[in-house]
């Protein structure tokens, strides 16, 4: 269910785009929408990987840098029958993670030295658990694609609202159909792929937190990493060098009360109280929590 409501809000979100399009510049407009939706989903697929990681200065280290937290990845992506991907870290004492990567054969997970100091072993098991999941179901990828369909469509949207400001094109279209058009691009669009991006990252997020409690071994590990994690998140400063743009990445979002300054719809993430409340049910299905 989670795969196919997935897809549903990808198509949706490629089909406001190219609404947008058609609204600038008819189907001529269309059409080159169509075309820059084809062309982000394939810079997304081959450079995600890489241009996050170096965005946030991750270095990748070997077992002999990190031998604790490399063998850990190594046990975890046997469980999920995954190849070994990269293992990197953050310098940032926020702790925080995130996964990365357009396929399973080139993925990597990302750790701070913040979260390998605040969690135990098995804490940082279930996160890293949830991190494989985002990789085992290409989560990643879907989620860069839909924020950079995304952020063109609120690119598209200033453009069109300065032209308007200053009287450029649109000139020899029927002005009620024209006002329409304009107010579809500038206020509706954005938001509506705002919306539909913000519940991928959601549901995804859900799922992997499902997965990760499988692969880890409990949920409760996830369950109480992700509480210690949190309250950093609402109660420390924020990620230095966290942006919006980014912040669907990382298993909590790193910008500082995040979840609780929006409602839900606006949010990346889940609150981390449901999250931890399907962990607990998930354990106990599991009769590993009494």
């Known amino acids: 269910m989670n795969t196919i409501k997935t897809a549903i809000l990808m198509a949706l979100l490629c089909g406001v785009l190219v609404a947008v399009g058609g609204a600038v510049g008819g189907r001529d407009g269309a059409t080159m929408m169509l075309v820059i939706s084809l062309a982000i989903?394939?810079?997304?697929?081959?450079?995600?990987?890489?241009?996050?990681?170096?965005?946030?200065?991750?270095?990748?280290?070997?077992?002999?840098?990190?031998?604790?937290?490399?063998?850990?990845?190594?046990?975890?992506a046997r469980n999920a029958d995954l190849p070994m991907p990269k293992v990197c870290i953050m310098n940032s004492d926020v702790p925080n993670a995130f996964a990365t990567g357009r396929s399973p054969s080139h993925a990597a997970v990302c750790v701070t030295t913040g979260i390998m100091r605040a969690l135990e072993y098995n804490e940082l098991g279930g996160v890293l658990g949830h991190e494989l999941s985002h990789i085992k179901h290409r989560?990643?990828?879907?989620?860069?694609?839909?924020?950079?369909?995304?952020?063109?469509?609120?690119?598209?949207?200033?453009?069109?609202?300065?032209?308007?400001?200053?009287?450029?094109?649109?000139?020899?279209?029927?002005?009620?159909?024209?006002?329409?058009g304009l107010l579809f691009t500038v206020i509706i669009a954005p938001i509506a792929a705002t919306l539909i991006q913000l519940a991928i990252s959601r549901s995804r997020e859900y799922e992997a937190d499902r997965s990760g409690g499988e692969i880890c071994g409990n949920p409760?590990?996830?369950?109480?990493?992700?509480?210690?994690?949190?309250?950093?998140?609402?109660?420390?400063?924020?990620?230095?060098?966290?942006?919006?743009?980014?912040?669907?990445?990382?298993?909590?979002?790193?910008?500082?009360?995040?979840?609780?300054?929006?409602?839900?719809?606006?949010?990346?993430?889940?609150?981390?109280?449901?999250?931890?409340?399907r962990l607990h049910e998930q354990a106990r299905e599991m009769r590993l929590l009494k």
């Open 41 to 76: 989903n394939f810079v997304s697929y081959w450079f995600s990987d890489s241009l996050v990681l170096k965005a946030y200065g991750a270095r990748e280290v070997t077992e002999a840098q990190a031998p604790e937290l490399y063998h850990l990845v190594a046990k975890l």
């Open 139 to 180: 989560d990643t990828l879907i989620s860069t694609v839909a924020a950079s369909i995304a952020g063109v469509i609120s690119w598209i949207a200033n453009i069109a609202q300065w032209a308007a400001i200053f009287g450029m094109g649109g000139r020899d279209r029927d002005d009620n159909g024209g006002a329409i």
């Open 220 to 277: 409760m590990y996830l369950a109480d990493a992700l509480e210690k994690i949190d309250y950093y998140a609402t109660h420390a400063r924020p990620m230095a060098d966290a942006t919006p743009a980014t912040a669907h990445m990382f298993i909590i979002n790193p910008l500082k009360n995040s979840h609780r300054a929006f409602i839900s719809l606006f949010s990346t993430h889940p609150a981390t109280e449901d999250r931890i409340e």
